[in-house]
């Protein structure tokens, strides 16, 4: 695909005006800039003042005390879509300034030095180059390559541009089939999520994802659907070899790891009530963690479920404005034996459930992830990582005043929970399974359709599972955010 939007640019720069209008056929150019400011403290150690009294090597001592945040950076999406045939179009997206992993694109600071023309082009990523096919055997619609997916905050699966801290972007390749009828429509995909290239053999890692959804269109107020993703995770040791006994982990297991996530979900709306309801649960086999036994190497099943429940009405009040009052809560389960990677512990194919401004914002995919910076082994657990092993609960408000109909501003509260207790703590007795709450007060401007500006302000209080974490005289402070995104629309 990279080679075919330098040949397309290479063309359109060299051949006569007259065939550029047909190899560009119907040119559409839209995009995003998105600017994101953040200013915080704590949100990686939640130490303001290490505590005097600490004392030992624990993992309170470790405390640095120089957790904080002051950074602006700006991301710009730029999308190309034109017509290659009648019946096939194109589209390449590229992504200048999203944080990325390993040789993925990194975030435009405020402050830098400027960037190169060399520097640009490095930093300017290809996240989108497919084609799609109108209407093959008749009735489907394919689009094969590089490709967004999925809805922004789904519970299962989202690939496409995050608002999280740093602002990343991810994506996959797919071949994705689409068949819409009167009452129903038929989503399916399959392809890869990593792989190491052509050449396979022993050592070689590779991800397949496949995927169906199936979506009722009869009622406007209702609207369910269902779904099936498997994810397959290649063995990297000799074919039909498994764990050898007591083993743990990869080494040596040569079978494949299959997860599959099944679920249902419903959208209600009438009147000034919207409501969702999902029902998740994992199936297949765990084949990198789990330990063989005197009776030989065994796999683990998967087994974990979520539930997810969302409700808001919207009251409109003549002379004053509109009150969105709402809540939601969301549970998934834990491992009882913590063993995070399999078992019981639901598992999501690649979430993008992240509420609250401070932990929705620093979650396990964000450049900063909260608790990070606490030292201990699984500091990481406590950042967002969806419903796994987590039972979250939050309500608020959002009004909109009559008089200034462009700004809505809001407050929310939530809660965090792990479903089971924490593996982890500093003397090794049972932990809490507070990871703890957040308050946030928020305010949106809405300039047009296409322009807003949204402020934050948020305190994220730690929970008693931190304490326990740390250990006896630990400090422990809250982490404070201000944080001011800007997003534009072309």
């Not at 084949?287 to 036994?293: E, K, L, S």
């Not at 004053?320 to 809540?327: E, I, K, S």
């Not at 990582?385 to 929310?412: E, F, Y």
Request: hydrophobic letters at 40%; proline letters at 3%; charged letters at 20%.
């Amino acid at each position: 695909m990279k080679k075919l939007l330098g040949t397309t640019l290479a063309l359109a720069m060299f051949i006569p005006a007259g065939a550029n209008a047909e190899l560009l056929k119907n040119l559409k150019v839209s995009g995003n800039l998105d600017i994101q400011t953040t200013s915080a403290r704590n949100v990686t150690d939640f130490v303001t003042r290490p505590n005097a009294l600490a004392g030992g090597s624990g993992p309170g001592v470790a405390a640095h005390n120089q957790d904080r945040i002051g950074h602006a950076n700006a991301r710009l999406i730029v999308k190309m879509d034109w017509d290659l045939l009648d019946d096939v179009h194109s589209r390449v997206t590229l992504v200048k300034g999203a944080e990325g992993v390993g040789a993925g694109p990194s975030a435009r600071v405020y402050g830098a030095a400027p960037d190169s023309i060399d520097g640009i082009t490095a930093e300017t990523f290809l996240q989108e180059a497919n084609v799609k096919i109108d209407k093959v055997f008749g009735y489907v619609d394919v689009t094969a390559g590089r490709q967004f997916y999925g809805e922004e905050g789904d519970l299962i699966i989202y690939y496409g541009p995050r608002d999280a801290y740093g602002m990343r972007v991810d994506a996959l390749d797919i071949f994705r089939a689409d068949w819409n009828g009167e009452h129903m429509s038929v989503t399916g995909i399959a392809g890869k999520t990593s792989d190491l290239g052509t050449v396979t053999g022993v050592g070689t890692t590779a991800t397949d994802l496949r995927g169906i959804v199936v979506s009722c269109k009869m009622h406007e107020m209702v609207k369910p659907s269902a779904y099936v993703y498997n994810r397959v995770t290649h063995g990297t040791a000799n074919i039909g070899i498994g764990q050898t006994l007591g083993s743990v982990g990869s080494a040596g297991n040569g079978k494949n790891t299959n997860l599959w996530v099944a679920g249902v979900k419903a959208k209600v709306a009438t009147g000034g009530f919207t409501g969702s309801l999902e029902l998740a649960k994992n199936f297949g086999e765990d084949r990198t963690t789990y330990a063989g036994n005197a009776m030989g190497a065994q796999s683990a099943n998967f087994k974990g479920y979520a539930v997810q429940l969302k409700a808001g009405y919207k009251l409109d009040l003549s002379d004053v404005g509109a009150v969105n009052p709402w809540g939601e809560y969301g549970m998934g389960t834990g491992d009882s034996n913590f063993d995070y990677a399999g078992n019981n512990t639901f598992q999501s194919i690649n979430t993008d459930y992240r509420p609250g401004g401070i932990y929705g914002r620093f979650d396990n995919g964000a450049a900063i992830a909260l608790a990070n910076g606490a030292s201990g082994n699984g500091a990481n657990a406590f950042a967002s990582n969806g419903l796994s092993n987590r039972i979250i609960w939050g309500l608020g408000v959002k009004a909109t005043p009559s008089a200034l109909n462009k700004l809505t501003v809001g407050a929310a509260f939530y809660r965090y929970a792990y479903h089971r207790v924490a593996p982890f703590n500093a003397n090794g007795t049972k932990s809490s399974r507070n990871i703890g709450s957040e308050v946030d007060v928020t305010a949106e401007w809405k300039h047009s359709e296409n322009v807003s500006f949204k402020a934050t302000a948020g305190s994220f209080k730690p929970g008693a599972a931190m304490a326990d974490f740390r250990g006896a005289n630990a400090a422990l402070n809250p982490a404070v955010m201000l944080a001011g995104d800007v997003a534009i629309k072309f």
